[in-house]
């Protein structure tokens, strides 16, 4: 079956560093790559996505990576700030425009 | 632009109660789907609507769960009767169309349910 997981279920970093958060997938057929931050008490919010023809995509302050050789898909945020802290999913958008997401990782930021 | 919406933020019910949530998507989305968000997982798709046609329900526990797009705008879900199991936060969001793949998902902030 379809499967989008990953490998951190927490992560702890300082405020200023860069945070990396990194995604699992399993269906090679997946075309399109989202990944989503959810704060506590309210819905996944949109951060970034990427397509399965690119391997590289910059935001404001994100970076996504998607490396198809081995299923892999990262999110890099630079400078992390206390406002990232949050649950980071990554989810797949399947052949049938589903979304398949991962469980989840909660990126923690210290002052 | 306003976001998605969603009412009540909370409810509290006993096993084998009823329950129904209501959403309101982004103005002109075409596309409604409905979650459900166990503790500590990713949302799992329950039901997608397409104006006011089921495009995908294929996980809905069609023998408590149910849901209606009547006029292809407000959406109501609704369980009966409910399980401890069903303790979790259901999440609609909505998007604009169906299949592109720039087809963003908006999300409301849920409605948190304790079935005790």
């Known amino acids: 079956g379809e499967s989008v997981g990953l490998h951190l279920p927490t992560l702890s970093v300082q405020e200023g560093d860069n945070s990396i958060i990194n995604c699992a997938y399993s269906n090679s057929a997946s075309d399109y790559f989202i990944w989503y931050k959810q704060e506590s008490g309210k819905g996944p919010q949109f951060i970034i996505d990427?397509?399965?023809?690119?391997d590289k995509r910059q935001g404001q302050r994100v970076t996504v990576l998607l490396n198809k050789t081995v299923k892999h898909l990262s999110l890099q945020i630079a400078a992390t700030q206390p406002g990232d802290s949050a649950v980071y999913f990554c989810a797949e958008r399947n052949q049938g425009g589903k979304l398949i997401f991962g469980q989840g990782t909660e990126l923690s930021v210290k002052p | 632009e306003a976001g998605v919406a969603q009412s009540p933020r909370y409810k509290i019910i006993e096993k084998r109660q009823s329950v129904a949530f209501w959403c309101n998507p982004i103005s002109g989305h075409a596309t409604l789907y409905w979650y459900q968000q166990i503790l500590g997982q990713g949302p799992k798709l329950l039901i997608q609507?397409?104006?006011?046609?089921?495009?995908?329900d294929s996980q809905l526990p069609k023998d408590r769960f149910s849901a209606e797009r009547l006029k292809g705008v407000d959406s109501t879900l609704k369980i009966q009767p409910a399980k401890l199991e069903d303790s979790a936060v259901y999440l609609c969001?909505?998007?604009?169309?169906?299949?592109?793949?720039?087809?963003?998902?908006?999300f409301g902030p849920g409605t948190r349910l304790t079935v005790l």
């Open positions: 609507f397409q104006n006011n046609g089921v495009v995908d």
């Open positions: 969001a909505s998007s604009s169309s169906w299949g592109a793949s720039t087809d963003t998902q908006y």
């Open positions: 990427i397509r399965s023809n690119m």
